[in-house]
């Protein structure tokens, strides 16, 4: 019971409160993959072990303590306590905010070039995730259900269109932040959308 408490205590942030990613450092240590994964698993799982945190992103734990290291430096993951349940106590990590946002980063003309790597790294790592979800045995691919799915489309939209695009795609990243069923597999969501021409 009192590891369940401390969890909870590690993982009672307001839900709407957001951090908004603008400071360079942390912007150039959220080009890695590995750690931008690492931010999303924290967001959407709460605060981990490492042994934890290896197992949801199927990696040796081993491989992630550089990358905790780097984003605890930047101030993007924080050690929030401990395990106390094993042999030894092991650190709890969580993020710095439930919800841990770049999208204003992109005003700044300064900020293109690092904002262009994180979105290389991010539909890098969704290329990854979607292959994975597609070799699983239950992929759901159709209904009100569906787990698995992509999409790309190339058009030309008026401002009213655009505007109900983007509200939709707000509302999606809401949906997603806020809703929680810890007996549903892990779910990940990327989306890039830039004019061509």
């Excluded at 799982?45 to 491989?63: D, F, H, I, M, N």
């Excluded at 050690?79 to 650190?91: I, K, L, T, Y």
């Excluded at 900020?111 to 790294?121: K, L």
């Excluded at 489309?153 to 932040?177: Q, Y």
Aim: proline share 5%; net charge neutral; hydrophobic share 40%.
């Amino acid at each position: 019971m009192a590891l369940r408490s401390a969890r909870m205590n590690c993982n009672d942030q307001a839900a709407e409160e957001t951090y908004w990613i603008l400071r360079r450092d942390q912007l150039e240590c959220l080009t890695s993959p590995v750690r931008a994964d690492i931010v999303d698993h924290l967001s959407g799982r709460g605060a981990l072990t490492v042994r934890e945190l290896s197992a949801s992103l199927g990696r040796k734990p081993s491989s992630l303590y550089y990358h905790l290291e780097l984003l605890i430096e930047t101030g993007l993951v924080l050690v929030a306590g401990e395990d106390n349940s094993g042999r030894r106590p092991e650190a709890l990590y969580r993020v710095l905010a439930p919800r841990m946002r770049a999208r204003r980063a992109l005003a700044e003309p300064a900020n293109r070039e690092v904002v262009a790597r994180m979105a290389d790294a991010a539909l890098r790592q969704a290329s990854r995730d979607f292959e994975r979800g597609l070799a699983r045995d239950d992929a759901q691919t159709e209904g009100p259900e569906r787990k698995l799915g992509f999409y790309r489309s190339v058009n030309r939209c008026d401002p009213a269109t655009l505007a109900k695009v983007n509200e939709h795609l707000d509302a999606i990243a809401e949906l997603l932040w806020s809703a929680r069923d810890e007996e549903q597999p892990l779910l990940t969501f990327a989306w890039a959308m830039a004019p061509t021409r």
